[in-house]
């Protein structure tokens, strides 16, 4: 399938997942600096037409005391920013409930704080989503969602009838 963003035919995704910021035995600081390598500011990045993150950004409940709540808030920051200078799209989906604790409302918060254009979302929900700007169907599964995965299964395949489609890209 051809994006209509992205006319060699192929589409550039970047997905990331199991961070784990905040982790008690690896400074915040460190995770921080290995994911400004990741995505840097340059040639390479600008050419992603999407990041995801995929579950368990933070590894657990952190509190604004915690001495690296702000390097994850700039970070978060800075990849937002990155996102809108390179019109990536940028997806963060819920991951484990004893890990992200719903914190992906950091990344909603700094979105509206700084009023920033990029297309961002955080998927808190089972769902199918079509980016048009990139003329793609996702599938979002969070983390747990269903204890059983024929549960899950079952869920899927009702948002693919719901939404006339066979399969998701």
């Not at 008690?24 to 995770?31: A, F, G, I, K, T």
């Not at 690296?68 to 200078?85: A, S």
Request: net charge negative.
């Amino acid at each position: 399938m051809i994006s209509k963003r992205n006319k060699r035919g192929k589409l550039n995704v970047a997905a990331i997942s199991d961070i784990h910021l905040g982790h008690p035995r690896v400074p915040s600081v460190d995770m921080v600096t290995a994911l400004y390598k990741a995505f840097p500011n340059n040639k390479e990045t600008s050419e992603l037409d999407i990041i995801f993150i995929a579950g368990d950004f933070f590894d657990r409940n952190l509190y604004l005391s915690y001495v690296g709540v702000g390097d994850i808030q700039i970070f978060v920051r800075y990849l937002i920013q990155i996102c809108e200078e390179h019109n990536i799209v940028l997806r963060l989906l819920e991951g484990t409930p004893s890990h992200d604790w719903k914190q992906g409302c950091m990344f909603t918060q700094i979105h509206e704080l700084v009023d920033a254009k990029c297309d961002f979302r955080w998927v808190e929900n089972l769902s199918i989503e079509y980016i048009e700007s990139l003329d793609i169907n996702v599938l979002y599964v969070p983390d747990e969602w269903e204890h059983d995965p024929n549960d899950t299964w079952m869920q899927v395949q009702g948002l693919l009838h719901d939404q006339g489609l066979k399969k998701v890209d």
